[in-house]
């Protein structure tokens, strides 16, 4: 059986850590996935509109094998400057390749859209990015809230605050897998006109609420949310497992993490939406039985968390620049 991990969330996978840091004044911020050694990766984006920095090099035929962190940042094409200000950071730390006495960190990242929300984008030359992506390196702690934190610290979810989340789940055979979502969709992520939770089968413990199943008098509306910020958004995040994988199998456990997306949002992967998954492996055990099976129950866990992920972001976010949050 599967189980949440002590803390339920993404660190509950052994030898991964998470940093935030926050602008709240231009109401946005960064979140960074910093393995305690370098992690295999792999990448799907499945978005119309995605903004991601260094995903190419995750492909199964390309040179590097692991990175150095994953980051996600609001601010749209200004946030892919906090990986720059990750590689810093990790460089200091003496992480990342050895170049003829030169530090090469890998941190790929990717971005959501957070440009239209109250807070002050009069940042002239200089946006806070960079500062923020070393700022999450320097943050990095094995526990952290959920809600309006790191890159989830401006994210809407239609005309609902949306937010950082994450989840996780333990296998009885030691098999952890964990993920952290920065929830920005087009999609809804609650069943319009009610207070239930499109995710709402997958939910443990009550982690977001405890409403479970919806009651209709007729049919369940499945038309698309009328409040929709169109071009306004993207939901990104990371999986994380403590069993060694491959990079092509980093990526076939991202691809099946997507389902977990479309029990959660509703619809999810438009044109609109950047949805990127990133899948890291810290190593610690190896799989046993069956290679292509277990990496089907990773996967099958991955979509699970991801679905919970959502949910815990909305749910625990608060009310912020005019958005109210999911408990107001």
Known sequence: MNKPGTKNLITDVDGIKIGNAEDERAMTGVTAIIPDTSAVTGVDVRGGGPGTRETEVLNPD????RVEGI???GGSVYGLEAAAGA???LAKQERGFDVRGIRVPIVPSAILFDLANAGRKDWGDMPPYRQLGIEAVENLSDDFPLGNIGAGYGAAAGKMKGGLGSASLISENGVQVGAVFAVNPVGSVVIPG??????WPFEQNAEFGGCGSPEF???MPLDIPAESRLAENTTIGVVATNIALTKSEAKRVAIMAHDG???AIRPVHTPFDGDSIFVMSTEREE???SR???????????????ARSIARAVYNAKSLGGLPGYMS
């Not at 009610?194 to 995710?199: G, L, Q, Y």
């Not at 292509?292 to 991801?306: E, H, L, Q, S, T």
């Open 287 to 289: 799989l046993s039985g």
């Open 71 to 73: 980051v996600l940042s």
């Open 62 to 65: 390309c040179l590097v094998e």
């Open 87 to 89: 590689v810093m950071a």
């Open 292 to 306: 292509p099976f277990g990496v089907a129950r990773i996967g099958a866990m991955a979509a699970d968390c991801v």
């Open 217 to 219: 008098d007729g049919d």
């Open 194 to 199: 009610t207070r239930h939770f499109w995710a």
């Open 261 to 263: 997306l479309a029990r």
